[in-house]
């Protein structure tokens, strides 16, 4: 409507009705349309602050994301991820701030991930928690403190498959094979390893399925070409346990 026939009040209408009922997460995505479309802060404004009177900790990290770029309001970014940290209870909420801290444009960007970290630690109980620790420290390139993170996981595994998982973190992350051999086999496939963050009705989430359908059809050709786009030769491929 506003780029091809130029009626903005039209635009104006459908973003009113979408915005009718909307959750946080909507809210935030129109907020957006009204800056992009029609250039009105002052409405974007009016919905965040609603989006933020409804918001979950889940949505923390987006409403903040939005207050920056679209009404230039870093002070409420600032305010709204601070107080999600503090209030945390869910190490899932902990762990989007860890994410989130890069991306903040904050002077205090590294201090905030350190303090986001320091809260998820608070939060584990897990070794599913400590390994996501572990790969967000990995991502930080804080490769002491991922040693320490599996080391909390070894003390609270308690079946092989826990080991197992440990393990492949010590062997990928850290290139550690005699601490991996240590705990358990390594190589377990992608379902043993990600944790499950959404189910669809009806439908079986199992992120191996796909490639134990693939691996018997693979022929040494085609694995030839697998390794070679990976950067392989064939053979370190399959010892890697790749596939």
Request: net charge negative.
């Amino acid at each position: 409507y506003v780029q091809i026939l130029g009626d903005r009040a039209k635009a104006r209408s459908i973003f009113e009705r979408r915005a009718l009922g909307a959750d946080p997460h909507e809210l935030v995505g129109i907020a957006s349309s009204y800056v992009e479309d029609l250039d009105d802060r002052e409405a974007a404004l009016a919905l965040l602050h609603r989006a933020e009177a409804a918001r979950s900790p889940f949505t923390a990290t987006s409403l903040a994301d939005a207050y920056r770029d679209l009404v230039g309001d870093a002070e409420s970014a600032r305010r709204i991820v601070d107080d999600t940290l503090a209030d945390a209870t869910d190490i899932r909420v902990a762990l989007s701030i860890v994410r989130f801290a890069p991306r903040s444009k904050r002077d205090d960007a590294i201090a905030l991930a350190q303090a986001a970290f320091v809260r998820t630690e608070a939060l584990a109980t897990t070794v599913n928690d400590w390994i996501e620790i572990a790969e967000h420290r990995f991502d930080h390139e804080q490769h002491d403190e991922v040693k320490r993170c599996l080391e909390r996981a070894v003390i609270v595994a308690t079946t092989d498959d826990e080991r197992g998982r440990i393990a492949n973190v010590y062997r990928y992350r850290l290139n550690d094979a005699t601490a991996a051999h240590a705990l358990g086999p390594t190589g377990l496939p992608p379902n043993q390893i990600a944790r499950v963050q959404q189910t669809l009705d009806g439908w079986i989430s199992n992120s191996a399925r796909l490639l134990d359908w693939l691996r018997p059809q693979l022929d040494r050709q085609q694995l030839d070409k697998l390794a070679a786009a990976a950067g392989f030769e064939t053979q370190l491929f399959v010892d890697k346990e790749i596939l």
